[in-house]
């Protein structure tokens, strides 16, 4: 949880200078950007166990 903050602390200021928004725009940016790598993190992950298997370990 750290990390992620940290990185939040860090792009959201970058991100509503580049984007020349505001700041409750750039934080809207990037709370979008957490859902949808959390939501591409989660399909891959099913998609590569659907298509390999679970490991010997998991089992």
Do not use: K, N
């Amino acid at each position: 949880m750290l990390f992620e903050g940290g990185l939040v602390l860090i792009c959201v200021p970058i991100m509503a200078w580049w984007l020349q928004v505001g700041w409750m725009a750039a934080l809207a940016y990037e709370a979008g950007l957490i859902a949808l790598f959390v939501v591409y993190t989660y399909l891959f992950t099913w998609a590569f166990d659907a298509l390999f298997g679970l490991p010997q370990s998991a089992r």
